[in-house]
C-alpha cells in the first residue's frame, strides 16, 4: 500500500492548509474515547491507531499513549504499523472519493481484530481552502453500510447526531460476541449548552447583506513577527490599559475596548467584530475612520452601518452548514471561515493567525465580571441571589447595551470568581485553542477567571512541581 494511492497531493496540501488555519479542524476524535475504552476493554488490548487522527485529542481524552496517523500532518504521515484496534472518526467523509476503496482497504489492513468507525452524512460546517465543503463525501448510512461490509463484518452499528458509529471486524475474523454490547457516548456534547444568540436563519439574512456591499475579504498573510495586542471589554481592562504600550505591538479592540482605549488617547489599529446582534455597532459608535474594521460577514447590517466612510474588510464566521453552503455559493471558490468558538476575543485570536501574527498580549479577556458587594464571593450555595445582584456587580470595562447574563460562582483554585454560562464556554474555547496552537505565544493580561484558570494550569503542568 502507497502513501500515493490514499490521498492525492494537492488534497493533502489543501488539508494540511486548513489544518493550519483553522484550530477547530480535526479534533472529533476526543468525543468517542468513551467508545474506544470500551472497545480496548473488550478486547483487553491498548493497541490502537487513531488513523486520521488530526489533533490527536482522541489520545488526549485517553489519557494514554497510542500510534497517530494523519497524512496532512507533518510527524505522522508516515505509513503506520497494524494494531489490535484501529479507530477511524470522522474521515472517511472527508475522503476523494476515486481514494475511497483504498483507504478502506488500508484500514483492514491495519486492523488486527476491532475497527471502530464514525462517518457523517452530510455537509461540512467548514470549507476547504478551494472552494468544496470539507465533506467530499454526503451519502446516507445505507450507501455506506455497502462500503463498509464489503471489507468489515458489522459486530455494532448506532446512530449518531451527524451520521453513525461502525464497529467492525475484519472478515472471516471470529467473532467478538462483547462487541454487540458496546453502548454510544452518552452525549456528544461538543460545547457547554449556550442558547444561540442569533439563528442560523438570522445569521444567513446578515451574510446575504453582508456580501452585497461588495467589501473586500481578508485573505490569508505570509507568518510574521509582528506582536498583536487585543484589547477585549472585560473589566481587568481599566487597570491594565495603562500599562498598554502601543509601540511594544499591533493593538486591536474587540466589543467596547474601541471606546475604552480612544477615550485613552490609544487608536488602535483594527477593531474585530464577529457578533451578529444589532447593538453591537452601539459598543464602539462612533466608528473612527483612523481605524480599519473587519467585519465578520454574519454581522448585522447597523453594524457594517455604523462604519460607513471607514476601511473595512470582511471575514467569515459560521455556526451552521446552511452558512457555510451560502458563503460557498455567493463567493466559491477562495472562501473560507474563521472559528473562535462563542467569544469574539477568541474569533480575534484565531482571525489575527490567518493575517500572520504567531505572538499575542491580550487585555480585558477576563471571563468574569468584577465583584463590587464581596459577599457575593461568599454567598450560600442554594440560597437565590439577591434582587439587587446585577447592581453588586461589573459587567464590562464599561456601559454596555446587553448585560442580561445569569451569574454563577465559579472557581480558580481555591478562588471565587462570578462569571455566566457564556463566560464560562469562552474560557473552554480559549482553552482548546490555546491546547491546539501551542506554536502561539499567547500573554493575557489583567486578574480574571481567565487568567486565574490559565495560571493553575500552567503551574500543574511545570516540572518539578510538587503532586
Not at 122 to 148: F, M, T, V, Y
Not at 386 to 405: L, W, Y
Amino acid at each position: 500500500m502507497s502513501a500515493d494511492s490514499l490521498i492525492s497531493d494537492d488534497y493533502r496540501a489543501l488539508n494540511a492548509e486548513l489544518h493550519q488555519l483553522n484550530p477547530a479542524y480535526g479534533v472529533s476524535g476526543k468525543y468517542f474515547a468513551p467508545v474506544v475504552e470500551q472497545v480496548a476493554k473488550i478486547v483487553r488490548s491498548w493497541s490502537i491507531l487513531d488513523y486520521g487522527c488530526g489533533k490527536r485529542t482522541l489520545m488526549a481524552a485517553l489519557g494514554r499513549s497510542i500510534a497517530n496517523y494523519d497524512p496532512c500532518l507533518p510527524g505522522y504521515d508516515k505509513l503506520p504499523e497494524p494494531a489490535d484496534i484501529v479507530v477511524c472518526t470522522e474521515v472517511l467523509e472527508h475522503i476523494e472519493p476515486d481514494h475511497l476503496d483504498e483507504v478502506l482497504a488500508h484500514l483492514l489492513l491495519l486492523t488486527r481484530k476491532v475497527v471502530v468507525l464514525t462517518v457523517a452524512c452530510g455537509p461540512a460546517s467548514k470549507i476547504l481552502p478551494d472552494g468544496r465543503n470539507a465533506h467530499l463525501i454526503q451519502e446516507q448510512p445505507l450507501w455506506w453500510k455497502d462500503k463498509l461490509e464489503a471489507f468489515f463484518t458489522p459486530r455494532r452499528v448506532f446512530p449518531l447526531p451527524s451520521g453513525f458509529c461502525f464497529i467492525g471486524q475484519p472478515i472471516g475474523h471470529d467473532e467478538i460476541e462483547q462487541l454487540a454490547k458496546v453502548e454510544p457516548p452518552k452525549r456528544i456534547n461538543r460545547t457547554v449548552d449556550v442558547s444561540s444568540t442569533y439563528s442560523g436563519e438570522k445569521r444567513c439574512t446578515n451574510i446575504r447583506s453582508a456580501l452585497l456591499r461588495c467589501l473586500p475579504e481578508v485573505k490569508v498573510l505570509p507568518e510574521h513577527r509582528n506582536r498583536a495586542i487585543i484589547c477585549g471589554y472585560g473589566p481587568s481592562l481599566n487597570e491594565t490599559v495603562r500599562n498598554l504600550d502601543p509601540s511594544k505591538g499591533d493593538v486591536y479592540t474587540v466589543s467596547g475596548a474601541h471606546r475604552v482605549l480612544i477615550d485613552r488617547g490609544i487608536v488602535p489599529m483594527g477593531h474585530i467584530e464577529s457578533d451578529p446582534r444589532p447593538h453591537k455597532a452601539k459598543c464602539f459608535e462612533p466608528a473612527d475612520p483612523r481605524v480599519v474594521y473587519f467585519l465578520a460577514s454574519a454581522c448585522h447590517p447597523s453594524t457594517f452601518n455604523a462604519t460607513n466612510g471607514c476601511e473595512r474588510w470582511v471575514f467569515h464566521v459560521t455556526s451552521s452548514t446552511v452558512e457555510t453552503k451560502l458563503i460557498s455559493e455567493m463567493r466559491g471558490v477562495g472562501a473560507f471561515t474563521v472559528d473562535g468558538g462563542t467569544n469574539v476575543g477568541v474569533t480575534a485570536l484565531s482571525f489575527l493567525t490567518v493575517l500572520g501574527y504567531r505572538e499575542f498580549e491580550c487585555h480585558g479577556m477576563d471571563c468574569s465580571f468584577e465583584v463590587l458587594d464581596l459577599n457575593l464571593l461568599t454567598w450560600p450555595n442554594g440560597r437565590p441571589w439577591p434582587k439587587d445582584v446585577r447592581e453588586r456587580v461589573r459587567f464590562h470595562a464599561g456601559a454596555h447595551p446587553n448585560e442580561d447574563q445569569p451569574l454563577f460562582r465559579v472557581w480558580a483554585g481555591k478562588r471565587a470568581f462570578i462569571s455566566s454560562p457564556q463566560m464560562f464556554q469562552s474560557v473552554q474555547d480559549f482553552l482548546m485553542f490555546r491546547s491546539l496552537a501551542r506554536h502561539l505565544k499567547i500573554t493575557l493580561r489583567g486578574d480574571g477567571f481567565l487568567q486565574n484558570i490559565v495560571r493553575c494550569l500552567d503551574d500543574h503542568e511545570r516540572p518539578g512541581r510538587a503532586a
